[in-house]
C-alpha cells in the first residue's frame, strides 16, 4: 500500500509541475508586454514600469516562474492589480461560497443518483427502470444554467420560497447561508447526478450477472440481500470514478452557475478578473482549480485502493 | 430502427436543416431591430416572440443553429484530427515511451476543464467564436486519443494484423489500413456523442461571454441577454433553452440508436 501511495505522489507532482509550467507559459505568450496588456494604451511610461517591476517582470523567464510557484507554495499568489489587495485574499474569501457550493452539489447528485440507480437496477426492463432512465437522459441533455434560470423563475419569483441570487453570507448563520446556495447546487447536481444514476445502474446490473451472486442466491440470500451484500460494493468502483471526476466538473461548472446566481464566488471573480485584464488573478484561480482537480483523483485513486485491494499491486 | 434512433434522428434533422434553411430564408431578418415590437409574447405573426430589440426569437433561433453547429463540428474535427493518430501512434507502440508521454498528457489535458481552458485562452487572446472551437477541441483530442489506443489495442492482437506484419507493413501503414477502418463505428458514435457534448459547451461558454460575439446570434447569448428580463418575459428563456435541450437529446439519442445498431454484439450484451 505504501509504494503505491508513493507511486500516485510522484505522479501527483509530475502533474502538478507540468500543469503550472502550462499556464505560466499561456500567460507570457500573451502578445507584447503584459503590464502594458493590462493597463491599456494609454499608460504612462514610469506607470508601466512600476507594474513591471511590481510583476517581477524584469527576471528571466526562469526566475519568473520559480518566483511564481515560489510564492504560491508559500501561500503568496502576488497582488491583484485592479483591486490592490493580495489574490490568496480575495481567493480565501471567494472559496468559502464556491467550495461549500461544489460539496453540497456532489452530496445532492450522490444521494439522488445512488437511490436512482440502484431502484433502476433492481427493476430493470420495468417501469422503474424506464422512468430513471427517460428522466436521466434529459437531465443529461439540459443545460444546467437554463435549468437555473427556469428554478428562478419557479421556486424565486412565482413561489417565493427562495432567494432569485445572491448570497447571504456565512456571518447570516449556516441556514440561510445554505438556503441561497441550495438553488445552485440543484442546478449543478442535476445532469451530474444523471450521469452518476446511469453508472450506477449499468455497474450494479454487471456485478448482478457474476458468479458470486449466483453463489449468493445458492446460498439462499434474496435478491435484494445478494445485491445490497454483495453486488453494490463491487459496483462502487467505476462510481467512484465517476465519483471524482464530477468534482473537477462541479468547481468548473460552478463558474457558470455563479453568474446565473450572482454569487460572489471564484467564478465571477474569474470573470471580472478577465473584464480587468487582471491576468494575476485569472492565472492564480485556474491554477488552484487545476490544483484542486489533480488533487482530487489522487485522492479517487487512494479511494478505489481502499475499495479494492486488486488495485494496489502493479497500476 | 430503434425508437431512440428515430427520434433521434428526427430532432438531429430538425436541427441542421434550421441551420441549413436559415443561410436563404428566416422568416424575420436576424440583425434588423424593430423597437416598436420588442418584447412581444409569442403569436402568429412571431411564433417564439421578440426580444428586447424586437428581433424575431424563431428567426434567431435558426440561425443560432448554425453557429452551434459550426463550433461543435470544428471542435469535433480537431479532437479527431489530433487524437486520433495520437491514439494509434500510442497503440502502435504499447508500452514505450512514446505510449507513456501520449497518455500522461492525456491525463494533463483532462485536469483542465475545458471551460478552463477556454477562461485561459480568452483571459489572453479574447472572447471570440473560434477562442471557444479551440477550447473544446483541446478538450475533445484526449478523449478520442484515449478511446482510440483503447480499441486499438486489441485489434493489434488479430491475426489479419498479423499477416500484414507478415507481408512486411510497417506499424503506421498497419494502423491506417487495418486498425483505422475498423475502428469507424465506434468513432462514428463517439463522434456524435462528442458533437452534443459540443454544442452545450458552446452553449455554455456563450452564455458567460466567452464564445460568439455580437451579432452573431447564439443560443447561450440569447439566454444571456434575457437574465435580466425573463422573469417577466419568460418566452425570452424558454425557447432558446429548449432548442439547445432538444438538440443535445436528438445528438445523444442518435449517438445511443447508432451505437446499437452498428455494434450487435454490444446490443446483445446490452442491459
Known amino acids: ?96 461560497i464556491s467550495l461549500p457550493l461544489a460539496v453540497y452539489a456532489l452530496t445532492l447528485s450522490t444521494l439522488i443518483a445512488f437511490p436512482a440507480g440502484i431502484w433502476a437496477a433492481s427493476q430493470r426492463g420495468r417501469f422503474g427502470d424506464l422512468l430513471v432512465m427517460g428522466v436521466t437522459q434529459l437531465g443529461v441533455a439540459i443545460p444546467n444554467f437554463w435549468f437555473a434560470m427556469l428554478m428562478v423563475l419557479l421556486f424565486a419569483i412565482n413561489l417565493r420560497w427562495f432567494s432569485a441570487g445572491g448570497f447571504a453570507g456565512w456571518e447570516a448563520g449556516f441556514g440561510p447561508a445554505v438556503k441561497s446556495l441550495t438553488l445552485p447546487a440543484i442546478a449543478l447536481a442535476l445532469p451530474q447526478a444523471s450521469i452518476l444514476a446511469r453508472v450506477m445502474r449499468s455497474s450494479l446490473l454487471d456485478s448482478l450477472g457474476e458468479d458470486y451472486i449466483r453463489t449468493a ?96 499491486v502493479g497500476a | 430502427m430503434s425508437r431512440a434512433l428515430l427520434i433521434g434522428a428526427v430532432l438531429s434533422a430538425v436541427f441542421v436543416l434550421a441551420a441549413l434553411v436559415s443561410f436563404v430564408w428566416t422568416p424575420y431578418d436576424v440583425l434588423g431591430l424593430d423597437i416598436p415590437n ?42 479527431m484530427l489530433l487524437g486520433v493518430p495520437l491514439g494509434l501512434a500510442a497503440a502502435a507502440r ?42 473544446i477541441g483541446i478538450f475533445n483530442i484526449p478523449v478520442f486519443a484515449r478511446l482510440v489506443r483503447g480499441a486499438a489495442l486489441s485489434l493489434w492482437t488479430r491475426d489479419y494484423v498479423l499477416a500484414a506484419r507478415v507481408a512486411g507493413k510497417g ?22 456523442i462528442q458533437f452534443s457534448l459540443g454544442i452545450l459547451a458552446e452553449a455554455g461558454l456563450s452564455y458567460v461571454g466567452l464564445g460568439a460575439q455580437p451579432p452573431t446570434p447564439s443560443w447561450g447569448r440569447m439566454l444571456a441577454e434575457s437574465q435580466t428580463m425573463f422573469s417577466f418575459k419568460p418566452h425570452l428563456a424558454v425557447f432558446p433553452g429548449l432548442a439547445i435541450l432538444l438538440t443535445v437529446l436528438g445528438l445523444n439519442l442518435l449517438g445511443d440508436g447508432l451505437r446499437d445498431a452498428l455494434d450487435p454484439r454490444l446490443r446483445r450484451a446490452k442491459r
Open chain 2, 171 to 192: 506499424a503506421a501503414r498497419i494502423s491506417f489500413e487495418h486498425i483505422l477502418p475498423n475502428l469507424a463505428n465506434l468513432l462514428i458514435v463517439q463522434g456524435t
Open chain 1, 1 to 96: 500500500m505504501l509504494g503505491f501511495v508513493a507511486r500516485r505522489l510522484v505522479s501527483l507532482l509530475v502533474s502538478l509541475a507540468v500543469a503550472s509550467v502550462v499556464i505560466f507559459l499561456f500567460v507570457e505568450v500573451v502578445p507584447g508586454d503584459p503590464a502594458a496588456y493590462m493597463l491599456g494604451l494609454n499608460a504612462a511610461e514610469d506607470t508601466l514600469a512600476a507594474l513591471r517591476e511590481q510583476l517581477g517582470l524584469n527576471g528571466t523567464l526562469l526566475e519568473r516562474y520559480l518566483s511564481w510557484v515560489g510564492g504560491m507554495m508559500q501561500g503568496d499568489f502576488g497582488t491583484s492589480y485592479t483591486y490592490r489587495t493580495p489574490v490568496s485574499e480575495m481567493i480565501g474569501e471567494r472559496m468559502w
Open chain 1, 217 to 312: 442466491r445458492a446460498k439462499g440470500l434474496s435478491r435484494r440481500q445478494a445485491l445490497r451484500r454483495h453486488a453494490l460494493r463491487n459496483a462502487l468502483i467505476p462510481v467512484l470514478t465517476i465519483i471524482g471526476l464530477q468534482f473537477s466538473f462541479l468547481l468548473a461548472g460552478a463558474i457558470i452557475i455563479e453568474n446565473v446566481f450572482y454569487l460572489p464566488g471564484l467564478g465571477r471573480l474569474v470573470f471580472q478578473s478577465i473584464a480587468a485584464r487582471d491576468l494575476i488573478v485569472v492565472e492564480s484561480v485556474v491554477m488552484l482549480l487545476v490544483f484542486a482537480v489533480i488533487l482530487v483523483n489522487f485522492l479517487v485513486d487512494l479511494a478505489y485502493a481502499l475499495v479494492d485491494p486488486r488495485l494496489r
Open chain 2, 94 to 135: 504499447r508500452g514505450t515511451l512514446l505510449d507513456e508521454v501520449i497518455m500522461r498528457g492525456n491525463d494533463l489535458v483532462f485536469a483542465f476543464p475545458s471551460l478552463l481552458i477556454a477562461i485561459m485562452i480568452t483571459a489572453v487572446f479574447g472572447a471570440s467564436a473560434v477562442n471557444a472551437i479551440i477550447a
Open chain 2, 38 to 79: 420588442k418584447l412581444k409574447a409569442p403569436s402568429a405573426a412571431h411564433l417564439f416572440g421578440t426580444d428586447h430589440f424586437g428581433r424575431d426569437i424563431f428567426s434567431m433561433i435558426m440561425v443560432g443553429a448554425r453557429t452551434s453547429i459550426a463550433v461543435a463540428v470544428v471542435a469535433v474535427g480537431i479532437g
